[in-house]
């Protein structure tokens, strides 16, 4: 079945660090970019572009909210992703998709069913 | 990053057409043909509708087709079912990072 499924969500403190993981199966990962999105409970579920990954992790992206604090990063061979979370803020809480980047690059063609982090005192 | 603007609400009857536009600016929407479209069910993942405007990944119902006029792109569902009732979400691709989003439209089955 090809799916993305994520996990390592949980409540951690304004500060902390978290880390997200998100497992394919059912393709050929190391063939695909992969993007983290994020949804924000508190912004009316308004989306948010967070980080991607080439395939082979020679090149990585991140958005200015959150670029020096979070690490994408993967490993092929386990077919897994990561997002590597530091100083953590309460803006950062949001449900996190991992998504898969289309041949063209320009959409997300495959997602994962989210994983929620929620930071907060 | 900024935000595509999209109605809050839609709604029709079965078998209806429906419309959700998505306004962005000459530097989005109006300056490239990279705009897609996702379904998002309450807590499930979101699903790829359209793609480059207007295309459609394998599996989705040809009833759903994209348009763009200026920076302006819109969604259309011909002959609405209930099934359809979701939220909807549309996303501008610039060439570079960052991808943006709009802000959501709940499409309600009446």
């Known amino acids: 079945q090809v799916q993305l499924v994520e996990s390592g969500g949980g409540v951690v403190q304004p500060g902390r660090s978290l880390r997200l993981s998100c497992a394919a199966s059912g393709f050929t990962f190391s063939n695909y970019a992969i993007h983290w999105v994020r949804q924000a409970p508190g912004k009316g579920l308004e989306w948010e572009w967070v980080?991607?990954?080439?395939?082979?992790?020679?090149?990585?992206y991140y958005a200015d909210s959150v670029k020096g604090r979070f690490t994408i990063s993967r490993d092929n061979s386990k077919d897994t992703l990561w997002l590597q979370m530091n100083s953590l803020k309460t803006e950062d809480t949001a449900v996190f998709y991992c998504?898969?980047?289309?041949?063209?690059?320009?959409?997300?063609?495959?997602w994962g069913q989210g994983t929620m982090v929620a930071v907060s005192s | 990053q900024s935000v595509l603007t999209q109605p809050r609400s839609v709604s029709g009857s079965p078998g209806q057409s429906v419309t959700i536009s998505c306004t962005g600016t000459?530097?989005?929407?109006?300056?490239?043909?990279?705009v897609s479209w996702y379904q998002q069910f309450p807590g499930k993942a979101p699903k790829l509708m359209i793609y480059?405007?207007?295309k459609r990944p394998s599996g989705v119902p040809d009833r759903f087709s994209g348009s763009k006029s200026g920076n302006t792109a819109s969604l259309t569902i011909s002959g609405l079912q209930a099934e359809d009732e979701a939220d909807y979400y549309c996303?501008?691709?610039?060439?570079?990072?960052?991808?943006?989003f709009g802000t959501g439209t709940k499409v309600t089955v009446l």
């Open positions: 998504a898969r980047a289309n041949k063209g690059g320009d959409a997300f063609d495959l």
């Open positions: 980080a991607v990954i080439s395939y082979d992790g020679s090149n990585k």
């Open positions: 996303c501008s691709y610039v060439g570079r990072y960052p991808y943006v």
């Open positions: 480059d405007v207007n």
């Open positions: 000459s530097s989005d929407i109006g300056g490239y043909s990279y």
